[in-house]
Nanobody, 126 residues
């Protein structure tokens, strides 16, 4: 079992930045591939970025490449998402998630992830 708690969401103007954190507890964080997802009402949850257990392999969805950076600190059991040059279309609830099995960072389906945080709202105004 893994417990995940996101923080750092909020309201920002277009072009601004936000930093999200996800604190993990329970099962060994440093053996789990992790991901950030986002969801807007009426749409499916989509992967934003993913990182493998040791940070050596990273995936970004095309729409955030060059603007978002995923990272992790295994000593602190924490996952991060630095979001720069934010756009109104980045507005969503952001979730962190952990894989139970090693599906890899390119497994973009939410079904590849076993444990989820409660989500944090990110709103980008134009």
């Amino acid at each position: 079992q893994v417990q995940l708690v996101e923080s750092g969401g909020g309201l920002v103007q277009a072009g601004g930045s936000l930093s999200l954190s996800c604190a993990a507890s329970g099962r060994s964080f440093d053996s789990s591939n992790m991901g950030w997802f986002r969801q807007v009402p009426g749409r499916e949850r989509e992967v934003v970025a993913a990182i493998n257990f040791n940070g050596a392999v990273i995936y970004y969805v095309d729409s955030v490449k060059g603007r978002f950076t995923i990272s992790r600190d295994n000593a602190k059991n924490t996952l991060y998402l630095q979001m720069n040059s934010l756009k109104p279309e980045d507005t969503a609830v952001y979730f962190c998630a952990a894989q139970r099995l090693n599906y890899g960072v390119y497994a973009s389906s939410p079904g590849a992830y076993e444990w989820w945080g409660q989500g944090t709202q990110v709103t980008v105004s134009s």
